[in-house]
């Protein structure tokens, strides 16, 4: 069984006061959402002040980045330790606007991913997740090509893992055309991304990890298309941007029913 988990990107937006006062909205409707997860992604300075808050609770705190390395002179960097640190249990890595803005290639996410799954695990027995993302441009499925894009991705993001690694991964399909636009894939455009990197995963890595890894949908998720989305066999959560800046917006969308 997947549980589903609705994340929230919030990119480079809010203040301290102002995310502290969407973290207070948020926290008094998770706590009774018992059946799914949510994960909130501030920017990382407001990582400690919102990680104090949501330490005990079931709202979940993950970061929008790391550089792949325990420590070192890497100036303006973050490590995955500093975000255990902050209790972050989730990091996005490989998002669209990092592969473009920041050329991160597929071989340096696929470094990220690995120190992701190795944080944490001797010194203080907790996980951070990678939220990998992955997804075609417009040009790309104009082509014909969101499969062959999506799989290379994948190839290059997750090579050297075992499949007990694999299965630790956390997938966000976000076709780069949808991210902001308010253009939404329609939902059977998406489940049948979504089929594909199931299937993808069972030729890879064996029928049980693809069961298990959930595969989330990004790209202009709101209010209004949430449930027809989540009511999809193989799509097991979302990863909001703008629409979860907002209380109103992303409570609706955490409460979304199938
Ligand atoms: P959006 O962003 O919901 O604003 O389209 C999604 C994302 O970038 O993860």
């Not at 706590?31 to 059946?35: F, H, P, R, S, T």
């Not at 941007?241 to 800046?245: D, I, Q, V």
């Given at each position: 069984m997947r549980q589903p988990l609705i994340a929230g990107n919030w990119k480079m937006y809010l203040d301290i006061g102002k995310a502290i006062k969407l973290t207070e909205s948020l926290l008094a409707v998770v706590?009774?959402?018992?059946?799914r997860e949510v994960v909130i992604c501030p920017p990382f300075t407001m990582l400690y002040p919102i990680g104090r808050m949501v330490r005990d609770k079931h709202l979940k705190l993950g970061g929008q980045n790391l550089y792949p390395?325990?420590?070192?002179?890497?100036?303006?960097e973050i490590s995955p330790d500093m975000l255990l640190d902050c209790w972050c249990r989730y990091v996005i890595l490989g998002h669209s606007e990092r592969r473009q803005y920041?050329?991160?290639t597929d071989e340096f996410i696929n470094q990220k991913v690995k120190s992701a799954l190795a944080?944490?695990?001797?010194?203080?027995?907790?996980n951070l997740t990678p939220i990998l993302c992955v997804g075609e441009r417009e040009a790309e499925r104009s082509a014909g090509n969101q499969e062959s894009v999506v799989a290379a991705q994948l190839s290059g993001n997750l090579a050297g893992l075992t499949a007990e690694e694999a299965g630790r991964v956390v997938i966000a399909y976000e076709p780069v055309w949808a991210i902001g636009t308010g253009r939404t894939a329609t939902p059977q455009d998406a489940q049948a991304m979504h089929g594909f990197v199931r299937q993808w995963l069972a030729r890879e890595y064996g029928a049980g990890v693809a069961e298990n890894t959930r595969i989330l949908y990004g790209g202009s998720v709101k209010p209004e298309n949430v449930d027809s989305l989540l009511l999809?066999?193989?799509?097991?959560g979302a990863l909001v941007?703008?629409?979860?800046?907002k209380a109103e917006s992303f409570i609706r969308i955490i409460k979304y029913e199938v």
């Open positions: 706590e009774y959402l018992e059946d390395a325990a420590e070192g002179a890497f100036t303006g920041f050329h991160e944080a944490g695990q001797e010194r203080r027995q907790v999809q066999p193989d799509i097991d941007g703008g629409a979860s800046l």
